[in-house]
């Protein structure tokens, strides 16, 4: 199955870290997504890990991928309140016979940052 | 590059009636598709194409047809619109691992 589970709601304070997490039950899913969206605006893409890794750093933003529990996490550092956003999990495969990666997502987590 | 855009941004239909919604990119991506996304879910995916002229079903096909005539244009349809389809439509486009959305179409059908 495709499905991703994430938890609904996370609040921190600014200047705190935040861990939003994530489960998938898919093991051959081949990279997994962090997408961020702003109230009224499309997706945009904070950052990937492809499936054979285990960590990715990219300025404030690191992503854990576990894959023996089938597990993704997102952590902010310094958190801001214009961090304040959805953020939503999503994992691809590729269909047989082809290189098309279809995206499968959670349902997003409303992160809320107090100042 | 506008990257992805979309036409409308906002849309208001009566049932059974039928409209077009545009995509366009302008990177010279082969791959693109159309989500839908209801309120407290995750995105779902409606159509997607590989390549000029090619189309095929995602994850809620139904009410909703597609064409990919210009490599830089997927369109989708609703020909006979229901309250159901009432949501916010995102397209996007690839190239590698990356997809690439669009701002979304606010669609409501009374």
């Known amino acids: 199955g495709e499905d991703v589970e994430q938890s609904l709601f996370l609040s921190v304070r600014e200047g705190d870290s935040s861990v939003i997490n994530c489960t998938y039950t898919?093991?051959?899913?081949?990279?997994l997504y962090w997408y961020k969206q702003e109230p009224g605006a499309g997706l945009q893409l904070l950052t990937y890990i492809f499936s054979n890794m285990d960590m990715k750093q990219d300025q404030r933003l690191t992503v854990l991928l576990n894959k023996k529990d089938k597990h993704l996490s997102l952590r902010i550092a310094d958190t801001q309140t214009g961090d304040s956003a959805i953020y939503f999990c999503?994992?691809?495969?590729?269909?047989?016979?082809?290189?098309?990666?279809?995206?499968?997502f959670g349902r997003g987590t409303q992160l809320t940052v107090w100042p | 590059n506008a990257g992805v855009t979309q036409t409308p941004k906002f849309r208001v239909l009566k049932t059974g009636q039928s409209m077009t919604l545009l995509c366009a990119q302008d990177m010279n991506h082969e791959y693109m598709y159309w989500y839908r996304q209801d309120p407290g879910m995750g995105l779902r995916l409606i159509h997607y194409s590989v390549g000029e002229g090619t189309t095929a079903k995602g994850e809620v096909p139904d009410g909703y047809n597609v064409s990919r005539l210009k490599k830089q244009n997927f369109l989708l349809g609703l020909e006979s619109a229901a309250p159901s389809q009432t949501s916010v439509y995102f397209c996007?486009?690839?190239?590698?691992?990356?997809?690439?959305f669009g701002p979304g179409t606010r669609l409501t059908v009374l």
């Open positions: 898919d093991s051959s899913s081949t990279y």
């Open positions: 999503a994992e691809s495969m590729a269909d047989r016979g082809s290189t098309l990666g279809r995206l499968y």
């Open positions: 996007a486009s690839s190239y590698g691992p990356k997809q690439y």
